[in-house]
Nanobody
């Protein structure tokens, strides 16, 4: 498995931006498609978006489409989540995850980071 560490979370006002990073180690990074998920208190973990092995394909949840952008830098073993026009409902713990398939389903991902908190104030 690949080990993942997220960073970049914090507190931001509605309408602001944040960029999350997820650094990978342990296995060949380009062997994995990468996903971002989030979980708000009392809610199930939900899919945010994913990026293919070499960054040519993307999939986003409707709730973030047009506001969030995922990118990756394979030589740096890092995937990013750029979040713009943030809303209070974007608040939650954000997780990056790795999969050898292509899926929106959390069960398809077998490596997860510890999560980073994003709080958007109204």
């Amino acid at each position: 498995q690949v080990q993942l560490v997220e960073s970049g979370g914090g507190l931001v006002q509605a309408g602001g931006s944040l960029r999350l990073s997820c650094s990978a180690s342990g296995r060949t990074f380009s062997n994995y498609a990468m996903g971002w998920f989030r979980q708000a208190p009392g809610n199930e973990r939900e899919f945010v978006g994913c990026i293919s092995w070499f960054g040519s394909n993307f999939d986003y949840a409707d709730s973030v489409k047009g506001r969030f952008t995922i990118s990756r830098d394979n030589p740096k073993n890092t995937v990013y989540l750029q979040m713009n026009s943030l809303k209070p409902e974007d608040t939650g713990v954000y997780y990056c995850a790795a999969t050898t398939t292509w899926s929106r389903q959390s069960f398809a991902y077998n490596s997860w980071g510890q999560g980073t908190q994003v709080t958007v104030s109204a």
